[in-house]
């Protein structure tokens, strides 16, 4: 069964880039037909989807956050990593990672999620 786990600063001032690192055990973030994605919930609000890097390597982004917007992955480490540039306090959430195992297929397995705050 895969697991993801994030993991990241929970601190990041304005204008910076925020960074987080989702480390996959279980499976292979190469294995063909998965997608992992990020997304976040910011306080009060629903679940906000960011993207996916594909199995691949190819990645798709929400257009809403597309500018700001880099996923990549370490395949040595099965890890894949988000990269959210000039961030403001309307990023500051709880981010996830999760799986699926097919294309805009429902997340089977998510991290328990890590609080980032923008502020300085």
Same mark, same amino acid.
């Not at 609000?45 to 996916?52: A, C, D, M, P, V």
């Given at each position: 069964q895969v697991q993801l786990q994030e993991s990241g600063p929970g601190l990041v001032k304005p204008s910076q880039t925020l960074?987080?690192?989702c480390t996959v055990s279980g499976g292979s973030i190469t294995t063909n037909y998965y997608y992992w994605s990020w997304i976040r919930q910011p306080p009060g609000?629903?679940?906000? !989807?960011?993207? &996916?890097i594909a &199995?691949?390597?190819?990645? &798709?982004?929400?257009?809403?956050?597309k500018s700001r917007t880099s996923i990549? $992955?370490?395949?040595?480490?099965?890890?894949?990593?988000?990269?959210?540039?000039?961030v403001?306090?309307?990023?500051? =959430?709880?981010?996830?990672? =999760? =799986?699926?195992? $097919?294309? !805009?297929? =429902?997340l089977d397995a998510w991290g328990q999620g890590t609080q980032v705050s923008v502020s300085y």
């Open positions: 960074s987080l690192t609000k629903g679940l906000e !989807w960011i993207g &996916y &199995y691949s390597g190819s990645t &798709y982004y929400s257009p809403s956050l990549s $992955r370490d395949t040595s480490k099965n890890q894949f990593t988000l990269q959210l540039s000039s403001t306090p309307e990023d500051t =959430a709880v981010y996830y990672c =999760a =799986a699926s195992g $097919r294309l !805009w297929g =429902a």
